[in-house]
């Protein structure tokens, strides 16, 4: 199985930034999507960016365009959301994926999930 394991979640206040990063151990070598969720308060989830293994191409939800930054390094197994200009609306949990394919846009292509990381923004 794979395992994922967030880290870096915090507080931060509105302009800030902050950077989570999610290791990823087991199964490993079959992974070709590693993503990005979050789930605010009230709303359901949502894809907020994701990056094909390789690295080379990548998909940011447009709430975050601009702002938000996904890296990976392949031999770490580890993505990093690098996160800039926070607003309070960037207020939530956020979830790291992985999926066995790519592209993986959805949240049901999705099969390994962090536990989630509290990202919380004051104004």
């Known amino acids: 199985q794979v395992q994922l394991v967030e880290s870096w979640g915090g507080f931060a206040q509105a302009g800030g930034s902050l950077r989570l990063s999610c290791a990823a151990s087991?199964?490993?070598?079959?992974?070709?999507?590693l993503a990005w969720f979050r789930q605010g308060p009230g709303k359901e989830r949502e894809l907020v960016a994701c990056?094909?293994?390789?690295?080379?191409?990548?998909r940011y939800a447009d709430s975050v365009k601009g702002r938000f930054t996904i890296s990976s390094d392949n031999p770490q197994n580890t993505v990093y959301l690098q996160m800039n200009s926070l607003k309070s609306e960037d207020k939530a949990v956020y979830y790291c994926?992985?999926?066995?394919?790519?592209?993986?846009?959805?949240?049901?292509?999705?099969?390994?999930w962090g536990q989630g990381t509290q990202v919380t923004v004051s104004s």
């Open positions: 087991g199964r490993t070598f079959s992974l070709r999507s």
């Open positions: 990056i094909s293994y390789s690295g080379s191409n990548t």
């Open positions: 994926a992985a999926a066995e394919s790519w592209p993986s846009w959805s949240e049901n292509e999705y099969d390994y």
